[in-house]
């Protein structure tokens, strides 16, 4: 069985930990927030006069557009080619002198193509360059801790750690000044009743993991009564929080050299499993050095059959990504995204999982 993410009970005992601060304060400045759209409100709100627009990348979920027109921004959507690397005829086409903010993204703990040609460009045009790293936060490639190579970036920690949010905000130390926190920024100093209802439901979860019996009628339950999807304006407006106590105590003992290299193992172990399997294929040909995967992502020709074999051989949370904005889903010049969006499906490789839980899961697919 490999659980949708890892327990937050252990990295809670006491540690010797270096813990996550050890590594953002060797590369960049940065300050903590609950939520990564919350963090980016912020970074953004200083430089709204240098244009009206924001690019971003069409291969996104619809809701991180929403801390762009909250401060101002219209946001406009450039093309991505199949391999999730900006389409750079079509980028360069939609900057004129209304274009105040270009955001590049590494997409699951990989990073963006040509990346230096996104901040040549943004130079070019006087725009805010943001290093979308909401996947990307413990990952250093060529001496460079993604997040941190643009003006601004941000990072998501509750996407690799076991936390109910957490966030950090990369800022060139030339705008220490500029970005000015708001109330949402920082760390809360107690304990709420939300902590403790995500550490009880955390190990209401690992039970039922244990219990395959329960496991699959208490979440067919919950499937059923979880209601109607938050809309983006409210799941933003829902980021607008400094990062919980209980998340500050998981970041302060986790060591995030190790959450690396676990998750480069069970990255790997996918890899292997999954090598020449009729139907599926790899987002990367390669795991580059310093790279944090924040999942194992794969094209599936058919990608129902595909999650219903994962969910048979125990895989939970397994999903296709993200939902679109409505503006991509209705315009042909974003193909490539939207069959990103139909046939990307992402693996866990959380450092709860090991090597051998990927190898009984292949082996399950196999029969």
Not at 77 to 97: G, I, K, M, S
Not at 111 to 126: F, I, N, Q, Y
Request: with cysteine.
């Amino acid at each position: 069985m490999i659980p949708e993410r890892p327990s937050p009970i252990r990295w809670l005992l006491p540690s010797g930990s270096v813990g996550v601060e050890s590594l953002f304060d060797r590369h960049a400045a940065y300050r903590f927030y609950g939520y990564g759209k919350g963090a980016l409100g912020d970074a953004l709100a200083p430089f709204v006069g240098r244009g009206e627009t924001a690019l971003l990348p069409a291969y996104l979920p619809d809701a991180v557009a929403e801390p762009f027109a909250d401060v101002g921004f219209d946001a406009e959507y450039y093309a991505v080619t199949d391999r999730l690397r900006p389409d750079f005829d079509d980028l360069a086409d939609r900057c004129d002198e209304g274009t105040g903010v270009i955001v590049a993204v590494n997409y699951f703990g990989f990073p963006t193509g040509d990346h230096s040609r996104v901040g040549r460009l943004a130079e070019r045009h006087d725009c805010l360059h943001v290093d979308n790293s909401s996947h990307s936060a413990f990952s250093v490639v060529d001496g460079e801790l993604l997040g941190s190579r643009g003006d601004v970036g941000f990072a998501s920690l509750r996407k690799f750690l076991p936390i109910p949010d957490g966030a950090v905000l990369f800022f060139d130390d030339a705008l220490a000044d500029a970005v000015v926190p708001s109330g949402h920024a920082g760390r809360r100093e107690g304990f709420t009743g939300d902590d403790v209802q995500y550490l009880v439901s955390s190990a209401v979860r690992d039970a039922l993991h244990r219990r395959e019996g329960l496991r699959r009628p208490v979440e067919r339950a919950v499937s059923a009564g979880s209601g109607s999807v938050a809309s983006p304006r409210e799941r933003y407006e829902a980021s607008k929080v400094p990062m919980s106590r209980l998340s500050s105590a998981v970041v302060a003992r986790t060591d995030p050299t190790a959450v690396r290299a676990q998750r480069r193992e069970n990255y790997l172990a996918w890899d292997r499993g999954l090598a020449d399997r009729p139907g599926l294929e790899p987002v990367f040909d390669e795991l580059p050095p310093g790279v944090c995967p924040q999942v194992y992502p794969v094209r599936a020709t058919v990608p129902r059959r595909f999650l219903g074999a994962l969910r048979d051989a125990g895989v939970v949370g397994a999903d296709t990504w993200p939902r679109l904005p409505t503006s991509v889903s209705a315009a042909p010049e974003y193909a490539s995204a939207r069959r990103l969006a139909d046939e990307l499906i992402t693996l866990p490789v959380h450092q709860q999982v090991g090597p051998a839980d990927v190898e009984d899961v292949c082996r399950r697919l196999d029969r």
